[in-house]
């Protein structure tokens, strides 16, 4: 099976940390994506156009990375990264749509910075980068207390908090949140995290 994948997205990278925790083998293509790209290959496998697309051995297309993470626990049960059962599932599974819904806004707002000034709309870049601030206000709340577990919510977070350093380094996180930078800085250290850590711009 292979993943198309790209370097720079947290979504792959989350699915990425969880092949490498799993040991599993998996063949990594290069996908062209982006904004005003078209990838007709990509497209025909999944209809979103989007990154990480897991392609089957035979041709089948697994898509979303909740969706993939999800299969390959049923590939691979040890780690798992989805808990089983509740209510250890239920938290993994916040944490994942907060640290999800984090780069989400910070995407937006980015683009938003990135329009010339007579196209900008502040106050929906001043709202996107108020939702971050509350995902990073949750994340640091529930975070730390929860030890050295690594599943699909701490996996997710990191990956959210490796795309605020690389993509919105302005963004002071660190010093607003400094209970949740020392997490991430333990968790940083982790091979499969380590392995996977984006480019910084």
């Known amino acids: 099976m292979k993943i198309l994948h790209g370097k720079l997205s947290p979504y792959v990278r989350k699915v990425m ?83 999800d819904a984090l780069v989400t806004a910070g995407v937006l707002a980015t683009i938003e910075r990135g329009k010339a000034a007579e196209k900008r709309w502040p106050d929906y870049e001043a709202a996107q980068w108020a939702k971050v601030d509350h995902c990073l206000a949750a994340l640091e709340a529930a975070l730390p207390r929860r030890g050295e577990v690594f599943d699909i919510g701490a996996i997710a977070a990191v990956c959210a908090l490796g795309w605020m350093d690389a993509r919105a380094g302005q963004r002071d996180w660190r010093g607003t949140h400094p209970q949740l930078a020392k997490w991430a800085d333990a968790r940083n250290a982790r091979a499969s995290v380590a392995a996977t850590r984006p480019l910084q711009s």
């Open 17 to 99: 940390i969880c092949v490498h925790e799993k040991g599993l083998p998996v063949e990594i293509e290069p996908a062209a994506v982006g904004q005003g790209k078209i990838n007709a290959e990509l497209l025909r496998l999944n209809p979103s156009g989007k990154i990480p697309t897991l392609v089957l051995d035979d041709g089948a297309a697994v898509f979303d990375s909740l969706v993939i993470c999800d299969y390959l626990d049923e590939l691979e049960a040890s780690p798992r990264v989805i808990p089983a059962t509740h209510p250890e599932r239920r938290a993994a599974l916040t944490l994942n749509a907060t640290a």
